[in-house]
């Protein structure tokens, strides 16, 4: 079994700055790659950031130069720091890792319940 669980969702102010965080725990041998995904209302789920083990990092047009993703191995956390917030960085936060448990072959992606932020004044 394996857990993600987001935290650190708020309400911020437009030009403002939020830390989200992702914990992973239980049977996990490898993370391949963490990342989040962003669901707004009425829209398509949208990948806002990804790294792999190897510190490979790729990010959403819309996001790039604002939001900055990182990843500390030894404790399996994810963070992503949001600068600058728009008004239409609003939507619920998801994190996932693409992860092979301890004795298995093959990785299989895993999913948090997601966080909400909001940017508004």
């Known amino acids: 079994q394996v857990q993600l669980v987001e935290s650190g969702g708020d309400l911020v102010h437009p030009g403002g700055s939020l830390r989200l965080s992702c914990r992973y725990s239980g049977n996990i041998w490898r993370i391949w790659r963490a990342g989040w995904y962003r669901q707004a209302p009425g829209k398509q789920r949208e990948k806002v950031a990804d790294?792999?083990?190897?510190?490979?990092?790729t990010y959403a047009p819309s996001v790039q130069g604002r939001f900055i993703i990182s990843r500390d191995s030894t404790q399996n956390i994810t963070h992503l720091q949001i600068n600058r917030a728009y008004p239409e960085d609003t939507a619920l936060y998801l994190c996932?890792?693409?992860?092979?448990?301890?004795?298995?072959?093959?990785?299989?992606?895993?999913w948090g319940q997601g966080t909400q932020v909001t940017v508004s004044s």
């Open positions: 996932y890792g693409d992860i092979a448990e301890i004795g298995s072959s093959w990785a299989e992606d895993y």
């Open positions: 790294i792999s083990d190897s510190g490979v990092i």
